[in-house]
């Protein structure tokens, strides 16, 4: 006998939701605009993730690539390396895929109030950063300069190429690349994206740095953030693991003793630092 | 120094019967502290025919789950078919308690694929009674009473929990079990409704709770006592060297202790550890489909942060891909990483993982490794 129990909600109940706009970004990557039902609104902070489901083909965390200031509907940019994500890029507007969360803390948006921001990210890492340089666009005056760091493998793999032309039009953003290999038609820069990190002229006390980006990057790029002299406590990261449950039971996205989806996904430097197993 | 230490202290002496020497020894004749907590109880005298009569009344009231032997050496909890099945005397179960509040396989909601219409799978609220557990058993569902309960509750697990009905026994220490060690005495009455501690001529019943007074009112059998009853005293073999709350502290110091390489290089990886462990609840979330190819369930099945993609993840990173890092992983979860929350120590000595290793992996010898190794820097520290 089966109901609908609404008493005491489950931990794993998924709210059905629709796709109303499919983009694909590269030849692995789509970005998927969602619609919660009865036009409810996500209410995420920026860096939070959701659990995204087909049934029959299960669950996955995804981050959610769009600010909280874009509603009611949000987005998220997935790249086909599995099960449920192969399915996922089948799916055309008008499919509906299963929607718990927001899950995780997201950055601490009060803290970086009246600071610089420098976004630094590596590969499909812009998708979460990006909820975060949407939401410090949009709201403009709250925040100093805004630089954008971005560094890709391959020009093929560069994702949001319409907002990056938008971002590189715009005065009061500052936007560098990189690819590490490039390909015929590529002008810009050569290497690695800790290439692009000495040359920036900024102050230091006042430039909060936010990195997202495989787990290889984060040392890298902490030495030089680190040699350039950002305190630690100027920055923050965004971590991957394997959200599995959301709601701190699974065990899975356990870092030493933080559970990454109640702790994290973003962490402050100082905090991540403690944790041996974090980078 | 964080202050949990000081909370540890007191964490397993809530309202047990405190016996100090534990440490050294196990079992007491009657100490006084041992009377003035169990004085306050009222007791009858069972012999085991009064016994078998009980469980026999207790199925008169609900489903009774007791240990049962299953082979020569081996013991199971399962539904009593006859109370002359029940084990009395049992070392341990292979299996913890666990499985009847956080099933092995549990669905958590049915689908049709098709129309992406889904249910709840509904909860039935059927009263259990648990006959027979051992303290370092009940010790262990309070800690997963504590896990599954914090932040946001599992309701399923919860709803278990709240319609079962667990009596205690005293058990004779093999070898393995360790929970003396750990603060967890043999008669720790806790969580029980009854308690029966084993003594020559048959089983003195305390009455722990209203709820176990209220169930052996209705009972004919045995007769309630007041003189006391000296009770055999049992010797602890498997020894942690140092007290148990002194092991948060030790771990604090023995992260890239050589003692991790050293057991993961006899370690399999099978994860019967993290099976066995009434500790354990990490799970896996999977949907199975049915042959039609439309109807499903997501369920969610144990897993175990011993097994090689435990940390895995989508792009094929796995972020504890060796087996010193997974197992350190595991005994910190039981020592250190929990503890700093709950204050407790989320390993109750009960010896599965020791018992059933097949490398022969003693969870007792690496603690007094990593303890050697934490005094040896002490010393060290010291010069």
């Known amino acids: 006998?089966?109901?609908?129990?609404?008493?005491?909600?489950?931990?794993?109940?998924?709210?059905?939701?629709?796709?109303?706009?499919?983009?694909?970004?590269?030849?692995?990557?789509?970005?998927?605009?969602?619609?919660?039902?009865?036009?409810?609104?996500?209410?995420?902070?920026?860096?939070?993730?959701?659990?995204?489901?087909?049934?029959?083909?299960?669950?996955?965390?995804?981050?959610?690539?769009?600010?909280?200031?874009?509603?009611?509907?949000?987005?998220?940019?997935?790249?086909?390396?599995?099960?449920?994500?192969?399915?996922?890029?089948?799916?055309?507007?008008?499919?509906?895929?299963?929607?718990?969360?927001?899950?995780?803390?997201?950055?601490?948006?009060?803290?970086?109030?009246?600071?610089?921001?420098?976004?630094?990210?590596?590969?499909?890492?812009?998708?979460?950063?990006?909820?975060?340089?949407?939401?410090?666009?949009?709201?403009?005056?709250?925040?100093?300069?805004?630089?954008?760091?971005?560094?890709?493998?391959?020009?093929?793999?560069?994702?949001?190429?319409?907002?990056?032309?938008?971002?590189?039009?715009?005065?009061?953003?500052?936007?560098?690349?990189?690819?590490?290999?490039?390909?015929?038609?590529?002008?810009?820069?050569?290497?690695?994206?800790?290439?692009?990190?000495?040359?920036?002229?900024?102050?230091?006390?006042n430039t909060i740095a936010s990195i997202v980006g495989p787990p290889i990057m984060y040392k890298f790029v902490l030495m030089s953030l680190n040699s350039k002299r950002i305190p630690d406590e100027n920055i923050y990261m965004s971590l991957e693991r394997r959200m599995k449950c959301g709601v701190g039971k699974c065990g899975h996205c356990q870092i030493n003793h933080s559970y990454v989806c109640q702790d994290g996904p973003v962490y402050h430097y100082p905090k991540a630092k403690e944790l041996e197993e974090a980078v | 120094m964080p202050c949990y230490y000081d909370l540890m202290l007191y964490s397993h002496c809530g309202t047990k019967i405190v016996k100090q020497a534990s440490n050294t020894m196990w079992g007491f004749l009657m100490s006084k502290e041992f009377n003035s907590k169990l004085t306050d109880l009222k007791r009858y005298f069972f012999n085991e025919s009064d016994v078998r009569k009980f469980i026999d009344f207790l199925m008169t009231k609900a489903e009774v789950i007791a240990p049962q032997t299953k082979g020569e050496q081996s013991f199971a909890y399962n539904v009593v078919k006859n109370s002359s099945d029940v084990a009395l005397e049992y070392p341990r179960t292979m299996q913890p308690l666990k499985k009847y509040f956080l099933p092995p396989v549990e669905t958590l909601l049915t689908f049709k694929m098709s129309s992406n219409e889904f249910s709840e799978e509904v909860i039935e609220a059927k009263?259990?009674?648990?006959?027979?557990?051992?303290?370092?058993?009940?010790?262990?569902?309070?800690?997963?009473?504590?896990?599954?309960?914090?932040?946001?509750?599992?309701?399923?697990?919860?709803?278990?929990?709240?319609?079962?009905?667990?009596?205690?026994?005293?058990?004779?220490?093999?070898?393995?079990?360790?929970?003396?060690?750990?603060?967890?005495?043999?008669?720790?009455?806790?969580?029980?409704?009854?308690?029966?501690?084993?003594?020559?001529?048959?089983?003195?019943?305390?009455?722990?709770?209203?709820?176990?007074?209220?169930?052996?009112?209705?009972?004919?059998?045995?007769?309630?006592?007041?003189?006391?009853?000296?009770?055999?005293?049992?010797?602890?073999?498997?020894?942690?060297?140092?007290?148990?709350?002194?092991?948060?502290?030790?771990?604090?110091?023995?992260?890239?202790?050589?003692?991790?390489?050293?057991f993961a290089d006899k370690c399999v990886g099978c994860g019967t550890c993290n099976l066995l462990c009434p500790t354990c609840y990490c799970f896996d979330v999977r949907d199975e489909v049915g042959l039609n190819a439309d109807d499903g369930k997501r369920q969610r099945f144990w897993d175990g942060c011993m097994l090689n993609s435990f940390a895995e993840v989508a792009g094929g990173e796995n972020f504890r891909n060796k087996l010193a890092a997974r197992m350190r992983h595991r005994l910190y979860r039981k020592f250190s990483y929990i503890t700093k929350s709950s204050g407790e120590l989320h390993c109750v000595g009960c010896g599965r993982c020791t018992r059933y290793c097949p490398a022969d992996i003693s969870i007792v010898e690496i603690i007094n490794s990593l303890i050697e190794d934490y005094s040896a820097q002490q010393k060290k520290q010291a010069v």
């Open chain 1, 1 to 205: 006998m089966l109901t609908n129990t609404t008493e005491m909600k489950d931990l794993y109940y998924p709210l059905m939701s629709d796709i109303i706009k499919v983009e694909q970004l590269t030849a692995t990557e789509k970005r998927f605009e969602i619609a919660l039902p009865d036009n409810q609104v996500l209410n995420h902070k920026p860096g939070q993730f959701v659990e995204v489901s087909l049934f029959g083909f299960g669950e996955a965390p995804i981050s959610i690539s769009s600010s909280p200031t874009k509603t009611p509907a949000f987005d998220l940019t997935v790249r086909r390396t599995g099960k449920l994500t192969d399915k996922m890029h089948e799916l055309a507007v008008g499919s509906k895929l299963g929607i718990r969360g927001p899950f995780g803390n997201g950055f601490d948006v009060d803290f970086m109030k009246g600071k610089d921001m420098l976004f630094i990210a590596g590969g499909i890492g812009l998708a979460p950063l990006k909820s975060l340089i949407d939401y410090t666009i949009d709201k403009r005056k709250d925040f100093g300069r805004i630089i954008i760091v971005y560094g890709t493998k391959h020009p093929s793999e560069i994702l949001f190429s319409n907002e990056i032309e938008k971002w590189k039009n715009l005065k009061d953003v500052e936007f560098h690349m990189t690819v590490d290999r490039p390909d015929d038609n590529w002008k810009g820069n050569i290497g690695v994206i800790t290439t692009l990190i000495p040359p920036l002229e900024i102050n230091v006390e």
């Open chain 2, 127 to 262: 009263k259990q009674i648990f006959f027979g557990i051992h303290s370092y058993e009940m010790k262990g569902i309070h800690l997963l009473d504590y896990c599954l309960g914090k932040g946001k509750p599992e309701s399923n697990y919860l709803k278990r929990r709240a319609n079962a009905l667990i009596i205690g026994i005293s058990y004779k220490p093999d070898k393995y079990h360790f929970a003396t060690s750990l603060g967890i005495d043999i008669e720790e009455t806790e969580g029980f409704a009854l308690f029966f501690e084993k003594v020559t001529e048959g089983y003195l019943v305390f009455v722990v709770t209203d709820e176990g007074a209220e169930l052996i009112k209705d009972f004919s059998g045995g007769k309630p006592i007041d003189e006391q009853v000296n009770i055999e005293e049992l010797p602890q073999q498997a020894k942690i060297k140092y007290h148990y709350n002194r092991l948060p502290q030790v771990f604090e110091h023995v992260y890239n202790s050589r003692v991790w390489d050293h």
